[in-house]
């Protein structure tokens, strides 16, 4: 009888798990995972089938190697040259270095195409676990190997349409306490620039700043397409340049933050005199600029790390069986690009 074999949670489908859900000899599995061609051929779709059901995938590195790891971890982040991104790779990077294990970085570009071709390259390299940044959209590539026992964690913004672990940061409040902060200031047309369109967490942002409008009974102000620095310079451009501009501004990421500042710089404002602004994500020279950058700090650093940490304990068997979510909470570090004085020289 086939499709009623279950293979035990948590590990890899074996040959031996497709040879007993399909019905046949594991010789028999194991000529048509090679594709040789001398098996009768409803033997072969049985088998065939059951690859696809359990999810296998054939070790490509160290067949007949039964029973050890590859000592190797899979990371696929969304953009490797932004800085947040950089850190919480370092930090995964420390883990698994401590952990005994190597690291494989992939950069998908935020693309869910190249994520899934990244995902399959990885399982056939036998990675021993998965993290990932997913990128838009509905993550089904990670059912397969999720089913074949893979351990995977999704961190800074959940895969869709699977249940990973995942850590994430507490983007909503964290943009609700800025635009809070700037409507204590006095302002009562503050804009928002992000990309809600591609990311998750510009998503969650746009959420907060919009929670903190309605409660002062304020119109939002926002650019919803800024994904890159450029764009989020013609945006706050078009936001200042208006008849009616705002008076405050909160950037949704690193990089529309450095778009806004170089629009502010082109247009020559002042900071905070003609337009304060506010950040979401810390960055190296945010507390040297004059006047110094107000922010939402978020711990990429502590991203990484729990997210390692989490992949490896579903690697040791510790945990509940059930998918995990960790939120980490971001702080409101307070310094004078929204207005605030100068704190003095000590």
């Given at each position: 009888m086939t499709g009623t074999y279950k293979p035990r949670p948590g590990k890899r489908t074996t040959l031996r798990d497709v040879a007993l859900e399909a019905g046949v000899s594991i010789k028999t599995a194991s000529r048509v995972v090679n594709g040789e061609p001398t098996v009768n051929a409803v033997m072969a779709d049985r088998v065939e089938d059951a690859v696809e059901r359990l999810g296998y995938r054939?070790?490509?590195?160290?067949?007949?190697?039964?029973?050890?790891?590859?000592?190797?971890?899979?990371?696929?982040?969304?953009?490797?040259?932004?800085?947040?991104?950089?850190?919480?790779?370092?930090?995964?990077?420390?883990?698994?270095?401590?952990?005994?294990?190597?690291l494989?970085?992939?950069?998908?570009?935020?693309?869910?195409?190249?994520?899934?071709?990244?995902?399959?390259?990885?399982?056939?390299?036998?990675?021993?676990?998965l993290l990932l940044v997913p990128a838009q959209g509905r993550n089904t590539c990670l059912n397969a190997e999720q089913r074949a026992g893979l351990p995977v964690v999704a961190f800074d913004r959940p895969a869709e349409g699977v249940q990973t672990d995942s850590v994430l940061v507490e983007n909503r409040a964290g943009a609700r306490e800025a635009t809070e902060h700037l409507i204590d200031h006095g302002h009562e047309r503050v804009a928002f620039v992000g990309d809600v369109r591609h990311f998750y967490t510009a998503r969650k942002r746009l959420e907060g700043y919009k929670e903190a409008l309605e409660a002062a009974n304020l119109e939002p102000l926002h650019s919803l397409d800024a994904h890159s620095i450029e764009l989020a310079e013609e945006a706050t451009k078009g936001f200042l340049d208006a008849p009616d501009p705002p008076t405050a501004l909160f950037a949704a990421n690193i990089l529309t933050t450095l778009g806004a500042l170089r629009a502010i710089?082109?247009?020559?404002?002042?900071?905070?005199?003609?337009?304060?602004?506010?950040?979401?994500?810390?960055?190296?020279?945010?507390?040297?600029?004059?006047?110094r950058f107000t922010l939402v700090h978020q711990p990429a650093a502590e991203l990484g790390r729990r997210a390692a940490e989490m992949l490896f304990d579903r690697l040791e068997g510790r945990g509940r069986p059930e998918p995990q979510r960790l939120v980490l909470p971001t702080e409101l570090i307070v310094r004078e690009s929204c207005g605030c004085p100068a704190e003095p020289s000590p």
């Open positions: 054939p070790n490509e590195l160290a067949r007949g190697l039964k029973g050890r790891r590859s000592r190797t971890i899979g990371l696929i982040i969304a953009d490797v040259s932004n800085p947040f991104m950089a850190i919480c790779a370092q930090a995964i990077e420390g883990v698994a270095r401590e952990r005994g294990h190597a494989i970085l992939c950069d998908s570009r935020a693309d869910l195409r190249a994520e899934d071709v990244y995902v399959g390259l990885l399982t056939q390299r036998q990675v021993d676990g710089e082109d247009l020559g404002l002042r900071i905070p005199e003609d337009i304060a602004v506010i950040g979401f994500d810390d960055f190296e020279l945010a507390h040297v600029l004059r006047p």
